[in-house]
């Protein structure tokens, strides 16, 4: 059964730091490139930033310079590293694998001010 697994959310002042993780059976991980999306109260789901089984990575104008994507191929592992947090990056926090389309069950992020 396909699985990807979220972990690392959770609350933190605004100008802190945390770190996601998405762990993804072997079978998508190696063929897919990897997405982390948020949404908000009330808004529509958003790509936050993406990564290819190449390393090439895309990120939302608003979280560029702040938010870094990485991939452990040998831990079948997606993780956004998010720094200088701010009240607007409160969300739901989840992981997706393009191709078959596969999300995880995700992980709230809140920033206080």
């Known amino acids: 059964q396909v699985q990807l697994v979220e972990s690392g959310g959770g609350l933190v002042q605004a100008g802190g730091s945390l770190r996601l993780s998405c762990a993804a059976s072997?079978?998508?991980?190696?063929?897919?490139?990897m997405g982390w999306y948020r949404q908000a109260p009330g808004k529509q789901r958003e790509l936050v930033a993406l990564?290819?089984?190449?390393?090439?990575?895309n990120y939302a104008d608003s979280v560029k310079g702040r938010f870094t994507i990485s991939r452990d191929n040998a831990k079948n592992s997606v993780y956004l590293q998010m720094n200088s947090l701010n009240p607007d990056d409160t969300a739901v926090y989840y992981c997706?694998?393009?191709?078959?389309?596969?999300w995880g069950q995700g992980t709230q992020v809140t920033v206080s001010s």
């Open positions: 072997t079978t998508i991980f190696s063929m897919n490139a």
């Open positions: 997706y694998a393009y191709g078959p389309g596969y």
């Open positions: 990564i290819t089984t190449g390393g090439n990575r």
